[in-house]
């Protein structure tokens, strides 16, 4: 359920980055292909558009007229895409759970990222504070979703 929390951490910042991630995991073959819809992220034009669409929103994110994180539209989608990617990180026979354990973070940290990039913009401006936070936000969730690609399976396995 480790990865699911952290997913949930990831989502709360960018809502697509989870669906991109979780969508290559699964061309790549690292996770388990079993929730609805998921087989589709086996055509590689299905699992580009995904990412494209992660790349896009971080691009809209340093645009002046970009909304809140928290607005309704953002918490709604950072909670179906960290549900999504909760339940596919989760064991089998628990995906409810690590789809709850992951909109329960996405939430929580919609709010705490919020605040902590505002603090950010106040001191280096929107554009750099966010490339900052696109970097961190992208590479947690590669490492979350893509363990063997990114060397990190040791750190995610559970004691």
Do not use: C, W
């Not at 994180?69 to 989760?90: D, E, F, H, K, Q």
């Amino acid at each position: 359920m480790l990865r699911s929390l952290l997913i949930g951490l990831v989502a709360g910042q960018r809502g697509i980055t989870p669906l991109a991630t979780i969508g290559l995991a699964t061309y790549r073959g690292e996770v388990d292909d079993d929730l609805p819809l998921q087989k589709l992220f086996h055509h590689p034009i299905v699992t580009a558009g995904a990412i494209a669409f992660a790349v896009a929103e971080m691009g809209g994110d340093k645009m002046k007229t970009a909304p809140d994180r928290t607005i309704p539209v953002g918490l709604a989608v950072r909670s179906i895409t960290s549900a999504y990617a909760g339940a596919a990180l989760a064991p089998r026979g628990q995906r409810a759970t690590g789809a709850a354990i992951a909109v329960g973070a996405a939430l929580v940290s919609s709010y705490i990222g919020l605040s902590l990039r505002k603090k950010a913009m106040s001191r280096v401006g929107q554009t750099p504070s966010g490339l900052v936070e696109d970097a961190l936000v992208f590479g947690a969730g590669l490492a979350i979703t893509n363990p063997e690609l990114t060397g990190t399976k040791a750190l995610l396995q559970a004691p």
